[in-house]
């Protein structure tokens, strides 16, 4: 046994408790958020993050890394090296950094716009934009969504400095850069990756927006060149309208979803009784309103919480998370603690897969049991909408890449005119006249959720690579037990044995590529 094996070997041994410990602290707050569960969450979070931090350990990891050549253990060497650099800057740096997170992360959740002087949350802004016809009215709310943005933005630009200074500290560029290389994507195929997702979608969504256009002129009275923001059905514009897909809602209404989502996974053959068992699904007061998968102790405790309710986004979300769990689930059990882990592209990938499976039509006949002629009734409309929803999530990601690219290359630029810029090249959206404003920091993620939007945009890609894999080996994915066996062998069981991008090849047959997702938006 080498020293590289006996040295990961110990920083497992040390590490799986902490692990274990703040995950269950961490579901614990989330299934009752008291007083007292939120202070353990907190100090088994800073144990687990203190142990990473560990100085001593990091410099045993570097050396080991460059002197041990067996592949599995340099491996585990990898990824904890990986875990541990962002921890490794100075501890008044790195509580800096947790500070300012944390003072602007409550901002954020205490912030309000007013409307009319009365104040307005989230789901009213929402509602108005989807529901009014008043063009001033809609204006005031989109005013009042971004009011947050000037709020914040002074702190989101400091955050930015401060998590630059961390990571030339660690040898890298600016945080961009590191992040990207502690979570093993490489930025050249990423910039190419991106691009080629420009290029499949810049058409289609161009054709798409133009009817929407249209629509919202006839709506609102205008030309479409009248258009301003507040005229679409979102803040960001971030998702296709639901005004003109297909509601399936109705479907679901009185339909024991738990139970279809059992009856989803039966048909590949997985089984998620053990999961059902141990998770809290439904709402209840003090509980989180989300919904998340977690994998509690990397040994076949999987949990999901959610908030089921009878309509179409609860039977996508269960399927979402199980997508999660079935995954974690199916890690060959010999692997060792570093390697029973997902990489975010894959598993976000699966958990895609089987949500995406409510608008397809096998498993409205099959598993919904729709009648076979109202199911083809549905289908083109269904892939419609499916193709909306990708090429406008798609632009958008396209915005928000672009924008963190320039906040970390250059914090002091000014970014009110490259956040337009970008939105009115990829969205094709307008800056209301003579705006001026810090935009770009209204969107939370571009504080408390850095340099990860892209993942999202990874998983879909990858979904759609494993759907059309799948559709070739085994004809599809619902009552495929075939289908499901694939999954596990090629994707699950490696865990992270295998670099997330040889996973994805070595699981769809094919290196990352837009193709898939290419063919799924030309039907927008
Ligand atoms: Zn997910």
């Known amino acids: 046994m080498t020293d590289g094996t006996q040295l990961v070997d110990a920083a497992e041994e040390m590490l799986g408790p902490l692990g274990l410990a703040r995950n269950v602290a961490w579901w614990d707050a989330n299934v009752e958020a008291t007083e007292e569960n939120e202070r353990r969450r907190a100090e088994a979070e800073l144990r687990y993050s203190n142990a990473l931090a560990d100085r001593e350990l990091f410099a045993a990891v570097e050396a080991a890394r460059s002197a041990d050549g067996e592949p599995l253990v340099r491996r585990r060497l990898d990824l904890l090296h990986d875990l541990m650099l962002p921890r490794q800057v100075t501890d008044s740096l790195r509580a800096r950094i947790v500070e300012f997170e944390a003072s602007v992360e409550g901002r954020y959740s205490r912030h309000r716009g007013a409307l009319r002087g009365e104040e307005v949350d989230d789901n009213e802004i929402k509602r108005v934009l989807r529901e009014s016809d008043d063009p001033a009215e809609r204006r005031e709310t989109w005013e009042a969504s971004k009011t947050v943005g000037a709020a914040v933005a002074d702190d989101v630009r400091e955050l930015a400095r401060l998590r630059n200074q961390a990571a030339r500290s660690l040898g890298h560029r600016d945080w961009f850069a590191l992040s990207l290389a502690t979570d093993e994507l490489d930025e050249p195929k990423l910039l190419e990756t991106l691009a080629a997702a420009d290029r499949a979608t810049a058409e289609p969504f161009a054709r798409w927006k133009h009817a929407l256009d249209a629509r919202l002129a006839e709506r609102f009275g205008c030309h479409p060149g009248e258009l301003s923001p507040w005229h679409y059905a979102d803040p960001f514009f971030q998702e296709a309208p639901a005004e003109g897909s297909v509601d399936l809602d109705p479907l679901f209404r009185g339909r024991d979803l738990v139970a279809l989502a059992r009856r989803t996974f039966d048909g590949v053959e997985l089984d998620v009784a053990g999961i059902l068992a141990r998770s809290d699904l439904f709402p209840r007061p003090g509980k989180c309103q989300h919904a998340f998968c977690m994998d509690v102790d990397r040994d076949g405790d999987v949990r999901v919480l959610a908030n089921v309710t009878d309509n179409r986004d609860w039977m996508d979300a269960m399927l979402h998370e199980l ?135 990874y998983g879909a890609i990858v979904a759609s690579q494993l759907r059309d894999a ?18 596990v062998e090629r994707l699950f069981a490696p865990g992270l044995s295998v670099r997330w991008d040889r996973l994805v090849e070595q699981a769809s047959g094919s290196p990352l590529s837009v193709e898939s997702l290419s063919r799924e938006v030309a039907a927008a």
């Open 323 to 457: 997508g999660h769990g079935v995954y974690d689930l199916g890690f060959d059990p010999e692997l060792p603690w570093l390697l029973r882990d997902t990489h975010l592209v894959t598993t976000e990938a699966s958990a895609l897969l089987f949500g995406a499976l409510t608008g397809e039509r096998e498993w409205l006949e099959r598993v919904l049991e729709l009648g076979a002629s109202d199911a083809a009734a549905l289908e083109d409309r269904l892939q419609e909408a499916r193709a909306a929803q990708l090429v406008v999530f798609t632009r958008w990601v396209l915005v928000m890449n672009g924008f963190e690219r320039r906040l970390y290359a250059d914090p002091e630029a000014d970014l009110d005119s490259a956040w337009w810029e970008l939105v009115s090249h990829h969205q094709l959206v307008m800056p209301p006249e003579g705006r001026r404003a810090p935009d770009w920091a209204a969107k939370i993620h571009v504080a408390v959720a850095p340099v990860y939007y892209h993942t999202y945009l």
């Open 470 to 487: 799948l559709r070739d080996a085994a004809g599809g994915l619902v009552d495929r037990p075939e289908a499901g066996r694939q999954l």
